[in-house]
C-alpha cells in the first residue's frame, strides 16, 4: 500500500472544497485500487489544500490521475488550480 499526499495551490479554496470533496469520494467509490482520501485544508497557508490518499500502489494511483474519474471532474478543479506536487510513500512492515 502507498499513501499519497497532494500538495495542491488554488485561487478560492471555499470555493474549490465541494468540488474536490465531490471528486474524492467518487475516486473512492469507482478507482480501482483507491482506498481513501480525504481532503484537507492548511489553516496557516492561504489556497494551499490537500489530498491524503491510502492506495494499493504507485501503479494504482498513476492510473488514477490518467483515468475517467480524474478526467471527468478536471474542468471543475481546474478552474481554482494554481499547481501541485505529489508526494508517494510506501506504507512498510505491516
Known sequence: MVVILNDDRVTDVEAYLPIARAFASDAVKHDEGCFSMEVLV???????????????????????A???????????????FVSAEDHVFEVRGE
Do not use: C, I, M, Q
Open 42 to 64: 492548511d489553516p496557516k497557508t492561504p489556497g494551499r489544500v490537500l489530498y491524503l490518499s491510502h492506495f494499493e500502489s504507485e501503479e494504482a494511483f498513476r492510473k488514477h
Open 66 to 80: 490518467g483515468g475517467e474519474t480524474f478526467k471527468k471532474w478536471l474542468p471543475e478543479l481546474g478552474k481554482y
